[in-house]
């Protein structure tokens, strides 16, 4: 998301196919910026296999179930879809109306881009038990029994990656991709009861530099940013007191 707006305050051409906030009020993207934060809102993504499971959207190679979960800030009923971080929907049929308009925006995104920009940043991932769908991160208000999780091997990672550039470029064979680590630290971790969160978070994100590596070396037009080295070894003080987030 800060990478999309410092590209576009600096007037790249940032490819832009739907807006953070629907034009007839029915959806917003849950982000304070008056600049859009994806090519299309898509919301924010987290994970591998939700980049993945993006572009195969995209392109109808898989349909994604569809789930709601609601909450009711402020007293007013608002609904969430699992597989599109902070997008908030005001009922249910107004996700039902945006579902093929968000899709084609994607696909126009995908089929406009030079060059498309992903950060990783988790590396435990939600799953949805009926179909195997990846969530983009903790399923809040989803019924255990419905969801399991798993710990993605470097493999499992790189796969994932590929299958979603192999998709791409059946499309835009142009496409080159720019692979970021998100040096955002974990705020929770699902195995708590074996490894404290800062262990976890080492863990995931040595598993997730070396994915990117692999992807990189696998395949031409595809290049590692190193924010996150720039962040931790070359900036000094660089996150704020939580020491998570970045300065």
């Not at 991932?125 to 419905?146: E, M, N, Q, T």
């Amino acid at each position: 998301s800060e990478i999309a707006i410092a590209l576009q305050e600096q007037s790249f051409n940032y490819v832009v196919t739907e807006p953070n906030v629907g034009v007839d009020g029915s959806y917003r993207f849950m982000t304070p910026s008056e600049l859009p934060v994806s090519c299309a809102a898509w919301g924010t993504i987290f994970n591998t296999p939700s980049f993945k499971q993006l572009v195969e959207k995209a392109f109808d190679e898989r349909i994604l179930p569809k789930i709601l979960w609601n909450s009711r800030p402020n007293g007013v009923n608002r609904y969430y879809d699992p597989f599109r971080e902070n997008i908030e929907f005001v009922s249910p049929e107004a996700f039902e109306a945006n579902y093929e308009a968000h899709k084609a925006a994607a696909r126009k995104a995908f089929l406009q881009l030079d060059v498309f920009v992903i950060t990783l940043g988790l590396n435990e991932v939600w799953y949805f038990k009926a179909d195997g769908s990846a969530f983009s991160r903790s399923p809040w208000r989803i019924a255990p029994s419905l969801v399991e999780r798993r710990i993605l091997t470097v493999e499992e990672n790189v796969a994932d990656l590929q299958r979603m550039l192999d998709i791409l470029r059946v499309h835009n064979p142009r496409i080159k991709v720019i692979v970021t680590l998100s040096p955002v630290g974990l705020h929770a971790t699902f195995r708590a009861d074996t490894q404290h969160v800062i262990v976890a978070n080492s863990h995931s994100k040595a598993v997730l530099r070396v994915a990117a590596e692999e992807f990189v070396r696998r395949n031409k037009g595809v290049y590692y940013f190193p924010s996150y080295e720039v962040v931790n070894f070359c900036t000094p003080n660089p996150y704020l007191p939580d020491q998570r987030n970045v300065a």
